[in-house]
């Protein structure tokens, strides 16, 4: 089992910065992809970002990419996601999740990870 536990959410003005962090235990954190989700209101849940179990690979989400960089501490076991030029759009509960299959690929497709947090909400006001 894998426990995660987000942080670092919260309401943030349009073009602001945010940084979330993730903090997991129970297995062996280098064992393990992680990932980041978001879901907004009546929306489907969906991929933001993941790195590889050595922080070597990343994905980002088009939207995403050239403001939020994801990169993960394996001494500290935590991940994060640093959030930068926030937008209304970005609004959304976020949440960290692993996939402990280290021999795979690392993924942007939600079924792949096996475990998941209990969400962190990021709010930008316009």
């Known amino acids: 089992q894998v426990q995660l536990v987000e942080s670092g959410g919260g309401l943030v003005q349009t073009g602001g910065s945010l940084r979330l962090s993730c903090a997991a235990s129970?297995?062996?954190?280098?064992?393990?992809?992680m990932g980041w989700f978001r879901q907004a209101p009546g929306k489907e849940r969906e991929f933001v970002a993941a790195?590889?179990?050595?922080?070597?690979?990343?994905y980002y989400v088009n939207s995403v990419k050239g403001r939020f960089t994801i990169s993960r501490d394996n001494a500290e076991n935590t991940v994060y996601l640093q959030m930068n030029s926030l937008q209304p759009e970005d609004t959304a509960v976020y949440y960290c999740?692993?996939?402990?299959?280290?021999?795979?690929?690392?993924?942007?497709?939600?079924?792949?990870?096996?475990?998941w947090g209990q969400g962190t909400q990021v709010t930008v006001s316009s």
């Open positions: 129970g297995r062996t954190f280098s064992n393990l992809h």
């Open positions: 999740a692993a996939d402990s299959n280290r021999a795979g690929s690392i993924s942007t497709v939600r079924v792949r990870y096996n475990y």
């Open positions: 790195i590889s179990w050595s922080g070597t690979i990343t």
